[in-house]
């Protein structure tokens, strides 16, 4: 069965210290989406790609947060510098983009900011 | 100001019985809704969806309605099995300027199925 492939499934890293996350998406998927879900809340959208252009970054703090589809299939994930307010699950979705049609999740990523 | 609200963290439901999880949201520009349905440690799994010209959705155990004039849909699980026991994720899209279509989920409600 297809699926979204995330990594790592967990990362450890220092306050004010690089970190990336990568997401392939299930093959054919042209949308993908990045979220991020604080425990006790819901996921929240950071960035979807069309394809490799950016349709919406509202919620991406762009001070600290970059993202990036190049070729239009799997995506990176950046933070530099890490903040403790960071530590999250990052999950990463895609979908076929067509309005109506289900996102597919992976299993996400957990970072911890120590 | 949340847009989707689930308002019960929890609920629990004898083994064989029938769940109900609720689901509010406030905004008149959504026009499609999903439930995930989530393990700890996992991504969140698709359940079921319906769009805003429909009413209600059924697939095998699963039921959702759509109650657009309360802006409020609810999802039916019957007969409830332990494995149902998750944290169940309400969400909402709509069709915003250049294809933005991100999901808008509630906090999540923790379904227990008691043996």
């Known amino acids: 069965e297809a699926e979204v492939a995330q990594s790592p499934r967990y990362k450890i890293t220092e306050k004010s210290q690089a970190v990336a996350f990568w997401c392939d998406p299930i093959s054919g998927h042209a949308t993908l989406y990045w979220y991020r879900q604080i425990l006790g809340q819901g996921p929240e959208l950071l960035v979807q790609f069309q394809d490799e252009s950016v349709v919406d970054d509202s919620q991406l703090p762009k001070d600290r947060f970059s993202a990036e589809r190049l070729k239009g299939v799997d995506s990176t994930l950046k933070i530099q510098p890490a903040e403790l307010g960071d530590s999250a699950m990052y999950l990463c979705a895609s979908s076929l983009g067509w309005f109506g049609t289900e996102a597919f999740f992976g299993q996400g990523t957990r970072l911890t900011v120590v | 100001d949340q847009q989707v609200k689930q308002n019960s963290p929890s609920l629990s439901v004898q083994e064989g019985r029938i769940s109900i999880l609720n689901c509010d949201y406030t905004n008149s520009m959504f026009d499609y809704f999903l439930w995930y349905k989530k393990y700890p440690a996992e991504g969140p799994t698709f359940l079921i969806s319906?769009?805003?010209?429909?009413d209600k959705n059924e697939d095998g155990r699963f039921t959702v309605f759509l109650n657009k004039s309360a802006k409020h849909l609810s999802l039916h699980i019957v007969p409830s099995q332990p494995g149902d026991s998750a944290v169940y994720f309400c969400a909402a899209s709509g069709r915003a300027g250049g294809g933005a279509d991100g999901l808008t989920f509630g906090k999540g409600t923790h379904l227990i199925i008691q043996p």
């Open positions: 319906i769009s805003s010209i429909k």
